[in-house]
């Protein structure tokens, strides 16, 4: 059965928390990246809201799967952070959606 | 109100080095012309761990899928020539990468702005009568007369900094009191709402209406064009 939108944000957002957990030792930037999160969450789950049953574009599942594997491999804090930002700009642009 | 050159110092030289490199000068030229899921492909690519392509082009089925423009198609060249550069980047040390992220922003601005206004100049000060000099110099600024530009550039938001906002609010303040004009601004290559959530934590007590904010989704407005 092929994914929907809904399934790719679950994903990215599966990512986005491992990312977070990796961030989280760089305390002096514990309210920047609260802040990331409550903003990027919200956009995420407003295009699920909006189109989480339509099936996936072309490419999405893939797309969203190595997004995932990528963060995985980020092991700094420092370069988690930069990666809380720039996850969710390049699984909306997979979905087709501005950040 | 007065322009000048910064004074040489050591981080000037070891800087210099990398803002002549031919790589960032590519970097910037691709960037000028990209769209901007091109411009999130490069950032992304920059920011990664991953140095194999396939990765890359996976991960953004819009510039490389089977629905993107085939290879010979100029927009397609351009997503494939951006993600080599990127590549190059990606491939330094930490630190050098760090350096070259942020001498490519400076370039790109360089460019973009040189399409709408000038004459554009990079690591110049911005002298006051009857008040003391920055330390650090802006990265690019338009020396035009009456309609001058002083901008900051960021490789993210994480840059945005309460000492950056101040010293760019102090220009625009200084500019004011000689009964002049001067916009002033922050350049950031990543996502307007990630640079919103930090400028506003970051701001203290400067006022936000004089300082503008270009994010990777509005850069072209730096040419005065619409996003591409």
Known sequence: MPATVAD?????????DAL????EPIADEWQYMTDLDTVWRARLRAVAAARGDEPAPPGADDAIAVLVE?????????????????????????????? | MRFTDARPDGRSVVYAHIQADPLGTRAGDLLAAATTTQRLLARAVMNGESLEPQTWQTMFPTLFGPSAPVPG???????EAILAASLQVADRGEQTR?????????????RLLAERTGPVHRERRILFDGRPAEIHPYDA?????????AWDCKWGARGIKADVLHQLDDARRGAADEGG?????????DARRSCEVRLVRERGPVPLEGLKLIALEGLDRLAGRKPA
Request: proline share 2%; hydrophobic share 50%; net charge negative.
């Open chain 1, 70 to 99: 990528e963060a995985a491999r980020v092991t700094d804090g420092h370069r988690a952070i930069d990666w809380l930002s720039t996850l969710p700009q390049v699984a909306l642009a997979a979905l087709g959606e501005a950040a």
């Open chain 2, 181 to 189: 004009r001067l916009l002033v601004g922050l350049v950031v290559f």
């Open chain 2, 141 to 149: 600024t338009v020396e035009a007369d009456g309609a001058g530009e």
């Open chain 2, 98 to 110: 760090s350096q070259f992220r942020g001498a490519i922003v400076e370039a790109l601005t360089e």
């Open chain 1, 20 to 23: 977070a957990a990796k961030a």
């Open chain 1, 8 to 16: 790719l944000i679950d994903r990215a957002l599966a990512g986005f």
């Open chain 2, 73 to 79: 198609d100029p927009v397609r060249d351009r997503s």
